[in-house]
């Protein structure tokens, strides 16, 4: 295939990705061996060093091996941001265990199906979160539950704002396994070998259409994409890397933890969003990288003292999870002054697969390729019929990054993976010079009046408009229309109650065809999420 992308290919980034024969474990004992006091992770304040973090790893490895845990064997983790989460996280992989991060917003039955479909044994979970998992504990397969408490890495007095749920009194687990002590022990001797080819990950997928899926995840996988975006934004020792987003999901996972570790940076790691306490972290740790998603850019620019903080470190901010629009990408660049890109990526290939460069940019576009990886557009109904330039369809991805399979799912495997190339269910376009544009999923697309419909198209233009903080736009059944365009809109708040939803309808007859603008608009105070911070379409719809 003719990589036409190539022709913008950023100055100064290989097109090939080369790392060494180590997982992110041996890369972390490395750093240690080399420098031993630099930070690791930074928390509110308290600081981790490589040589601590690498014994720390080290102490828990040891312990879940006496424990009975072996190579291959599934470990949950169902926690917020914290330290322990990384402790846990990469102690698991010397171990050999194949790591199950749960979302901690997860409810009972969703932790059970989770938990039984990776036939998980073993579990971490936060001190505050004990009282959602004890009651389904006797319909998982568990025998040995961790428990980490919250509070035990922060330190007396915290160096930035602490989320009001970071400050509650620890949660008494009788009859489990303290966490804490599992760390305490002599310097832990006992790991595993652990080679590129084995399991690192079971990531699993939102669930949005349909039950969530383990995507099968390697070490080389994991290692491929973090070496790859450490050398994309131009990644240093040293450097100082905001780790907002949640761990638990690839893209935080690849970008804010994975990448600053195999670089020898330092991980600024907060639990929770917040504005101010971002503000401050960029501020007073001087980060100059930040990866970040759409909501996120949404609430800095409508933070109402922005301009008056200094985000001057920031030399890369990259956003991905769900397409950020047009106006907001503007906007951010404006009230910062730091370069905004947007890259795209799936928990199947473990985060991204293209990504803007970061000195040309195009508004609108999620990038181009990223090393080593190819793409095409597809037919929606036959992905063997490639499509020429400029062409709406499928987007397929190949590249070491992509997953091997989905957990004990042949079928659905068969279905989404064929000689290599993944079917990712989005809707884009490719132009002249190799930039891909999402236009939206597969399964989101509204057909009104016999016409198709790309929810994030309308969206964009929505945000135009001043009044609109926030918006997402679904199809609703009709019945002349089959399906008509509804707009669910958060207002900013002067606006509210100064306008109405005709004013927005007859605003966006004025800027869009006649299929196209909402029909229908309806003003909410927020917007329903998942635990990444992505819109619940399938809850508006």
């Not at 990384?86 to 698991?92: C, R, S, Y």
Request: glycine share 10%.
């Amino acid at each position: 295939m003719q990589k036409i992308w190539y022709k913008s290919w950023p100055a100064g980034v290989p097109k090939k990705v080369h790392h060494g024969p180590s997982p992110i474990t041996g890369v972390l004992g490395e750093h240690a061996r080399l420098y031993p006091g630099r930070t690791a992770v930074n928390y509110y304040g308290r600081k981790i060093t490589y040589g601590e973090l690498d014994r720390l790893t080290g102490n828990f490895a040891s312990a879940l091996v006496k424990m009975g845990v072996r190579k291959g064997d599934r470990v949950s983790l169902y926690m917020e941001n914290c330290p322990q989460f990384i402790i846990a996280l990469i102690g698991g992989w010397k171990a050999g265990a194949v790591m199950v991060p749960s979302n901690p917003m997860f409810l009972g039955d969703e932790l059970v199906y989770q938990l039984n479909d990776a036939a998980v044994e073993s579990i971490v979970v936060q001190d505050d979160l004990f009282p959602i998992l004890e009651p389904v504990i006797p319909g998982t397969p568990l025998k040995n539950i961790i428990v980490a408490r919250r509070q035990a890495f922060l330190p007396d007095t915290p160096a930035l704002p602490l989320h009001h749920s970071m400050t509650t009194a620890p949660i008494e687990a009788p009859g489990t396994i303290s966490f804490s002590r599992m760390l305490s022990g002599p310097a832990g001797k006992i790991e595993r070998e652990t080679g590129l080819d084995d399991l690192a990950l079971l990531q699993y997928t939102a669930g949005t259409t349909g039950m969530p899926k383990g995507a099968v995840i390697t070490h080389r996988n994991l290692l491929y994409n973090t070496a790859g975006s450490a050398a994309w934004v131009g990644a240093r020792s040293g450097d100082a890397h905001l780790a907002v987003l949640p761990l638990f999901h690839v893209t935080g996972l690849v970008h804010s933890m994975n990448m600053p570790l195999y670089t020898g940076g330092s991980i600024i790691l907060l639990a929770r969003y917040d504005t101010e306490t971002v503000f401050a972290a960029v501020e007073k740790y001087r980060c100059a990288h930040w990866a970040s998603i759409a909501t996120m850019n949404i609430a800095v620019v409508n933070y109402p003292v922005v301009s008056g903080c200094d985000l001057s470190s920031l030399r890369t901010c990259v956003s991905g999870g769900s397409p950020v629009p047009r106006e907001v990408i503007r906007q951010f660049r404006e009230v910062t002054g730091a370069n905004l890109v947007e890259g795209y990526g799936l928990s199947e290939t473990v985060s991204q697969v293209t990504i803007n460069p970061l000195g040309k940019p195009r508004l609108g576009s999620v990038g181009i390729p990223v090393q080593g990886t190819d793409i095409k557009i597809v037919s929606l109904d036959d992905w063997d019929r490639e499509l020429p330039t400029g062409a709406e369809g499928e987007l397929l991805v190949k590249g070491p990054q992509v997953m091997q399979g989905y957990w004990n799912r042949p079928g659905e495997t068969r279905l989404a993976l064929r000689d290599g190339w993944l079917a990712t269910g989005d809707i884009a376009r490719m132009d002249e010079d190799g930039y891909v544009y999402i236009v939206g999923r597969k399964k989101e697309l509204i057909k009104a009046s016999g016409y198709s419909v790309f929810p994030q198209e309308v969206e964009s233009f929505l945000y135009e408009h001043p009044a609109v903080a926030e918006v997402v736009v679904v199809g609703v059944p009709d019945p002349y229309r089959v399906e008509t365009v509804k707009a669910v809109i958060v207002l900013k708040q002067e606006y509210v109650n100064n306008i109405s939803a005709r004013d927005i309808i007859e605003w966006s007859r004025q800027k869009m065809a006649a299929y196209k603008y909402p029909r229908l608009v309806e003003f909410v105070s927020d917007l329903p999420r998942s635990g990444t911070g992505k819109i619940r379409r399938h809850l508006l719809k």
